[in-house]
């Protein structure tokens, strides 16, 4: 199969689309439950189609051109997980081709070939959690489509507008996913190796990258929202704190077919031998990409198996290193990949249920949970006073408060003013039909802000309360 992508003829690429989407299809078709990932994105579209101002009206750190788009995919199909899950797919497709023409049109192989791509496609869909639409998948478009522009210059004096789009491209990407602010220190060694005059080129990459950031700051200025806005979506992703939806070991089981393929990589790069300077360049530019995945991977805060994407461009530029080691044993190769293949499908499809149980991976950690006490209300607003997102599967979020580590800064200092004063400011807007106490808060919430909260009372059956005027 390795020898068949090794060639560029049309064929080729309809194999690979049609090989990538029996792997992906299926799962997507099959009733998988949604991630919590998914109910998170998707409820912050529903927020903000429903008026709602983001970081105002909805404190959240989700990247604002991520919540646009969450929004415009509720303005066109509202809570349609199979919408997110099939932009998701394209996009994957997307990045693979991308990135697999920079690497031909550079020639920074031995062989040009589509290659890279089937193995970008192949690792992209080791796991369910690839599938989610998340900002980081988002934004790494644009990353793909700024190495694009970077590689794409020379050393004539001609790249202005090549050099500013890139850097435009590498902003937005950080408003898709702040952490991908660290792939801007690639755009100064891609000038290094691949333009001329570095200082004028620098300032136009980064006049590229400030542009979008200023526009985004205007709009929030004019919405009254630009405190929020530096708080909630610049601020507080640097926090350097992990949530896990899986635990850390587990996340490093999903993840060790595509790492182990990548050392295997990067140990037989001393074998090969690079043709002209160029390559040699592109390898030093890859290796830095390495560091840059690390440091992107450290400063966002949700350490899952989403982030395995990060890992696609450098699996696609050194595993074609491994398969090029074998010379005229191309069966040796042949081999190796099926096997990856093999393993790729048993992680994807979990067959007969036994792969996840024996390497004690427990997907339904990462996955909303259809328990009958999830279900006891439906159709209704919530307000949610704890980190259970599960209670909002089947209704809509009433309330600002979507992330409880935002909202425990106010429900959890009650003994002081100002964050009663913002309670009371947040909900006497648009009061929630129903409020879930987790945290046992409605007695003295009751007690202190009763303009609000006195309007609820306890339902008999679990921690719900009810406005009952």
Do not use: C
């Not at 060639?7 to 049609?18: I, T």
């Not at 029996?22 to 990932?37: A, D, E, H, Q, W």
């Amino acid at each position: 199969m390795i020898r068949f992508f090794r060639s560029l003829f049309p064929s080729r690429w309809v194999v690979l689309v049609l090989l990538f989407l029996l792997i992906r299809l299926p799962l997507l078709f099959l009733g998988l439950p949604t991630t919590l990932s998914e109910l998170h994105y998707v409820l912050v579209g529903e927020r903000l189609s429903n008026g709602f101002m983001l970081y105002q009206d909805l404190y959240d750190t989700t990247g604002p051109l991520s919540a646009a788009v969450y929004w415009f995919l509720d303005w066109l199909a509202p809570r349609s997980y199979l919408l997110h899950r099939l932009v998701a797919t394209a996009l994957v497709a997307y990045q693979a081709f991308l990135l697999n023409f920079i690497f031909n049109r550079n020639q920074v192989h031995p062989y040009k070939s589509y290659v890279p791509a089937l193995l970008y496609l192949l690792f992209g869909s080791i796991f369910f959690e690839l599938d989610v639409l998340s900002p980081l998948l988002l934004g790494h478009t644009f990353v793909i489509l700024a190495v694009y522009s970077f590689t794409a210059i020379s050393k004539e004096a001609t790249n202005a507008g090549r050099l500013f789009k890139a850097g435009f491209m590498l902003g937005v990407a950080a408003l898709f996913y702040l952490p991908l602010v660290w792939f801007l220190v690639l755009g100064f060694f891609a000038i290094i190796y691949f333009a001329s005059a570095a200082f004028r080129s620098t300032l136009l990459m980064l006049t590229g990258f400030v542009f979008p950031f200023t526009v985004v700051l205007t709009y929030f200025l004019y919405q009254n929202a630009l405190v929020p806005f530096l708080e909630q979506g610049l601020t507080w992703s640097w926090q350097f704190t992990f949530t896990f939806g899986l635990p850390g070991p587990q996340v490093l089981l999903v993840a060790a077919i595509p790492l182990g393929i990548l050392a295997l990589s990067f140990l037989s790069l001393p074998l090969i031998s690079l043709g002209p300077n160029y390559q040699a360049r592109f390898l030093q530019f890859m290796l830095i990409w390495v560091i840059m995945v690390v440091l992107v991977l450290i400063s966002g805060h949700d350490g899952s198996a989403k982030g395995l994407i990060l890992l696609m461009p450098l699996i696609s530029y050194f595993g074609i290193f491994l398969f090029s080691l074998w010379g005229n044993r191309v069966w040796i190769a042949e081999i190796l990949f099926l096997v990856i293949v093999a393993a790729v499908v048993a992680m994807r499809y979990n067959p007969l249920n036994l792969v996840y149980p024996s390497l004690g991976i427990k997907p339904e950690l990462v996955q909303v949970q259809d328990s009958p006490k999830y279900r006891q209300i439906a159709g209704e607003k919530l307000l949610v006073l704890g980190p259970d997102l599960n209670y909002y599967q089947n209704n809509s979020l009433g309330s600002p408060y979507l992330r409880w580590d935002l909202a425990k800064p106010y429900f959890g200092r009650l003994n002081h003013y100002d964050a009663l004063f913002t309670v009371l400011q947040d909900l006497r807007k648009d009061l929630p039909s129903y409020i879930v106490d987790q945290q046992n808060l409605m007695p003295e919430l009751q007690y202190k802000l009763p303009l609000v909260f006195q309007r609820y009372e306890k339902v008999e059956n679990g921690p719900f309360y009810k406005r009952v005027r």
